[in-house]
């Protein structure tokens, strides 16, 4: 579904249940080596909210030194584990004439975790859109306009919910509000877990 021309595409139910399964998997073994951490807001060293792991080549970072990519993980200081080929597939099926992501952020909500509008503005090139898949229980997603305070629109994620943000929503600010807890049984704990692939370098 497009959510507006030329921006945002939202794949309502893109992946079945055996394929999110198989996601949930991949990620599982990899964030035994590479775990779950609480990253800090720069200019306040604030906890976040959510917990986040990174696969590929580089891994999108906040700490007191600032928003950047990295190629370890901040605690292990050990590369990040590759992207699996089931979430890389999902990139390639829909947008087949992108270059191959070399980043995968995977966000952990728990039930009371949100995070605050922001624009996706630390890669080199914004003509490569960002792709988002949804795993667990709905969130209200929000997605503004490319300067702070325009008119936002609301729609919720489910767990298998793919999201395209390209074309003029490419830098379109955007945060998530809420969870609603209890809407998904693929976590066997509850909360939701986001991924999202972009190309860093
Ligand atoms: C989330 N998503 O869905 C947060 N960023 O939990 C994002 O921050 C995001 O969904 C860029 C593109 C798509 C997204
Ligand atoms: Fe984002």
Redesign the pocket.
Known sequence: MQIRPDGTELYTGYLSTEEQTEILEAIRSRTEKAPLYTPTMPRTGKSMS?RMTNFGRVGWMSDSKGYRYEPTHPVSAEPWPDIPECIMNVWRVLLPNQPDPDACLV?Y?AHDAK?GL?Q?RDEQDFSVP???I?LGDT?L?RLGQTKRGGKTQSFR?SSGDV???KGADRLAY???DRLYPGTSSLLKQGG?I?I?L?KAL
């Open positions: 959510v966000n909500y995070m922001h996706d960002v792709l988002s949804s969130a997603f994620l999201m395209v943000l955007h945060g998530i939701r986001n999202t972009r």
